[in-house]
Structures are given as C-alpha cells and as structure tokens.
C-alpha cells in the first residue's frame, strides 16, 4: 500500500517562488501515477500537474504551465514527486494535496485514492 507524506508550503510574497515535496512510501510504483491538486474554500479542487512514474506522460495545467514543474526523484527508497512553483501570485493561494493512483495521468480527483494531508500555499500581495 502505497502512503504519501507531503512537505513544504508556507507564505511567501508575489513572484516568490516555493518547492512541495510528497514521499511516496510501500509499493509498487510501476503504474504509479503521480499528480498535485489545489483546493481553495468553497471550490473543488484542480489538479495542477501529474506525471506517470515512467514519464510517459506529465501534464500541467494552463494556468501554472511555465511556472510551476512537476518531477520526481526515484535516487532513494522512498520516491518523492516534487512541485516547483515559481512567480507566484495571490492566485495560486489554496491548499496543495498530492495524489496518487494506479493508470495514466487524469486531471479529476475521483480519480485518485491516495491522497496527502494537504499544505497550505500563501501567496500575500
């Protein structure tokens, strides 16, 4: 059973730039898709970017493409998948999850069954 453990977040001003990091623990990770939604109150959550463990696919959302990057590292035993953002604006403000699922990259989160606890991501004007 695979377990996710996300880090980062934090407050940081316009055009700051933020990394998350989300360790994907157990196994296996062959079919293993990785993705980064955000949720703000009162809104359902957008998935912001996801790759499939072998990069046959990785996708960013219009919204961040060109500023935020989704990568993974496999260099240890636990695989961590990682959320680059950068230029941040009061926009991309919400709480990040980190999700995973077993088959290909999509952008609805019904689709994912694991799920991390959840960052808050604070941009200030």
């Known amino acids: 059973q695979v377990q996710l453990v996300e880090y980062g977040g934090g407050t940081v001003q316009t055009g700051g730039s933020l990394r998350l990091s989300c360790a994907a623990s157990?196994?296996?990770?062959?079919?293993?898709?990785m993705a980064w939604f955000r949720q703000t109150p009162g809104k359902e959550r957008t998935c912001v970017a996801g790759?499939?463990?072998?990069?046959?696919?990785?996708?960013?959302a219009d919204s961040v493409r060109g500023r935020f990057t989704i990568s993974i590292s496999r260099d240890n035993a636990k695989k961590t998948v990682y959320l680059q953002m950068n230029s941040l604006t009061p926009e991309d403000t919400a709480v990040y999850y980190c999700?995973?699922?077993?088959?290909?990259?999509?952008?609805?989160?019904?689709?994912?069954?694991?799920w991390g606890q959840g960052t808050q991501v604070t941009v200030l004007e």
């Open positions: 790759l499939d463990w072998n990069l046959n696919t990785v996708h960013h």
């Open positions: 999700a995973a699922r077993n088959g290909g990259v999509s952008i609805d989160d019904s689709a994912y069954d694991l």
């Open positions: 157990g196994g296996p990770f062959r079919k293993l898709t």
